[in-house]
């Protein structure tokens, strides 16, 4: 079934307007991440705490950032997730100098997060665990399952992991009664009731990593990058020719390069989530690249003589029906997740919206014009119009 007629667009007709425009932008992002706002890298690449928490009743940032103020961490970043209004996303933000050893540089940022955590907490549950109380947003599952393994001997293990269960669904019991459809026994829920309180905070995640880890990360990421885009060079070279490889390794990195561009304008945050993202950017566009040269070598067989742009022209014409369909039903995907996604995958969303829109461009506008550059640079007048 064809959905779209066969459209008689001189595409290339533009190539040096749609050339431009990338390399401004480009020209624009590389500026903006050198001398002025940078890149913001997560946790992942750089150093320090990242924790995710879950109030019990809802707060905003402001007091957050004023009760870190109290321990010298004000300058934390603190950011509100969700829509309850009771889970932040906290980063400490001040470098940690342990020097000399890496496992020193992990215990400093650890000992941070455990001040952070005690900072948001302040006197919560002074007076219950003076009584001998434990916190139940705060106990781990093995500390859980054994409060109650030595009460109720062989009932621990799955009362605990209920508990526990409940907890992560919800992000934080805010009321004993949250228990009741767990299925525990009257008496274990009795003795929970006794023996804990709950605490007005709990630690959905906690990440900490030092310098020379998030420098390793670092490496390893741009290092991934490079040689995905190599070993797409050396595949496309054999399949085609040299030059398509050249092409379609231009397009790959300008693909990448508009994105950080993107990203450092946005102020957004890069972690190991957006390099999986990137890297699936690049499979993507590649995708549609190869379709297009295939499409083109075919023509060429059966359009002997005719200049190669033209042929170039109503080879992407042939496959821009299949090129809006494929990327647009992978828009439309990747809008929904970034609109109600939540703030987990949000960035990972605007990612694959930019990738997806500049995967198009790149593949219409980039990858055929570098061949016709360089056959008109290297190739001979025969290869030009075979």
Known sequence: MQLFKTPSIRFLKYKYLALGLAFAIVLAGVINIAFFKGLKLGVDFGEGTLLRIMLKTPSDEGHIRD????????????????????????????????????????????????????????????????RGLVDLNGIDERSLTALLESAFPGSGPEAARAIIAQRNTAGIVADFRELDGLGLKPEVRSYIQDKTYLGKMTTLSRETVGP??????RRKAVLATIWSLMGMLVYIALRFKVANGVAAIFTLAQDVLITMSIYSFTSREINLPIIAGILTIVGFSINDTIV??????????????????????????QCLGRTIITSGTVFLTVMALFLFGGEVINDFAFLMLIGTIEGVYSTVYMSCPVVLFWQSWFGSKNARRR
């Open 67 to 130: 009760l870190l103020q109290t321990v010298g961490l004000g300058k934390s970043q603190v950011q509100k997730s969700g829509s309850s209004g009771r889970e932040f996303q906290i980063r400490a933000v001040e470098s940690v100098r342990t020097k000399p050893s890496d496992k020193e540089q992990i215990e400093a940022h650890e000992a941070l997060a455990d001040k952070i955590i005690a900072a948001l907490k302040g006197d919560d549950g002074t007076a219950e665990r003076a």
């Open 292 to 317: 297009i040269f295939d499409r083109v070598r075919e023509n060429q067989k059966l359009m002997r003589g005719k200049p190669l742009e033209d042929v170039m022209n109503i080879s992407i014409n």
């Open 212 to 217: 020379q880890a998030g420098s390793d990360l």
